[in-house]
């Protein structure tokens, strides 16, 4: 909800007395303030508010509370519940900043329209050129929000981890699956699912912020071919991925956590490489890689305590190297700074003979 808190201990019928109509003209936009209806006893204020945005008027009311611990807080009434435009986020910012100037004392302390009082804070020939610029990010965001909920069609409910993996009820399909663990921004899935539409591939995300920027990115692409689950993937592999059903699984980047109290953190540990091992088919691959040598030894090293799998690929690349994949942001990043990047592949061949 559109809000703006002052801090002020001058609050009371008198400010609004011969004060009104105020009126903010921006671009296609008018905000008129007309009548204020003042509740001494709950020290409330509604005041009237109309917005007219291309020749269509909309009639709401602005709330101003002034509360025990001296904080005026600037909103919307709650009813009726209205869309959150541009215009209606610069009346409630708009209110705030008048209330301001009317206080000279008064300190803004918190609110979520801090572009919109930068707005009128700015001289009077600069607001224009300002609320075009808030308009265009006002429509990106809007846009942004837009394609996160196509993406989230393709995000599993907490439900159906309650259920027996069925990897032909979750694509609608019976394809290969591969899995990609932390795929951050999803550079690497987005492009290999379009690239290969005869696989489906499902990302396990634990990082809210990750899985917020891959929906949006998902909702542009909308590649039906993707499932993601915002969870713990030890826990999916030890629990609810079915035995022998995957054909790879793609793990780029992760953090070492280094420190003894960050061990529980780890994604690559003995355990996950077993639970990996019995979920991926016969001669399925591992693909792993990072920018950080010695957690490369590490798993090289850690690696070689599980027989069924043999290495098939290792590479090391320079930041010169042409052939890099540059699969996600963070590996571009590194190269950037001048980082090694090392990659290594593994074929799980299930107790066959490994020259058959």
Sequence with gaps: ??????????????IFLNNLPVVYRLENYLVKFNTVFFDAKYETALVETLIIHNGRPQNFYCRITRHDNGKVVVGLDPLPKIERSPGVQMAVAGLGFWVKNRLPEA??????????????????????????????????????????????????????FLQPCHWDYLFGNKNPVEIEIGPGKGRFLLAEAE???????FAIEWTGRY??????????????NI???????????????????????????????????????????????????????ARGTFCFATDIQDYFTRVLEMMKNFPNFEK?????????DAENPNRSNFETKMRLKGRWIFEAHWVNWLGESITS
Excluded at 195 to 201: A, L, Q, S
């Design 1 to 14: 909800m559109p809000h703006v808190i002052l801090k002020t201990s001058d609050f009371s019928r008198e």
């Design 227 to 281: 499932r993601i689950a915002h969870a713990d993937a030890a826990h999916l592999f030890r629990e609810w991925i079915p035995e022998n059903s995957v054909q790879a699984v793609h793990i780029y980047f992760p953090d070492p956590w280094w420190k003894r109290r960050q061990a529980k953190y780890r994604l690559l540990t003995t355990e996950l490489i077993q639970n990996l091992e019995k979920r991926l088919q």
């Design 107 to 160: 300190e803004i302390t918190q609110t979520n329209l801090r572009r919109y009082l930068q707005v009128l804070e700015c001289p009077r020939e600069e607001q224009s050129e300002k609320f075009r610029e808030l308009l265009t990010y006002y429509r990106k965001t809007v846009q942004r929000v837009q394609y996160r909920a196509i993406g989230a069609r393709q995000v599993l409910a907490e439900s159906e």
């Design 312 to 320: 098939a690929f290792e590479r090391h690349y320079s930041p010169e």
């Design 211 to 224: 899985v917020r920027d891959l929906l949006t990115r998902l909702g542009r692409k909308r590649s039906p």
């Design 195 to 201: 690239k290969r539409p005869e696989v489906n591939f």
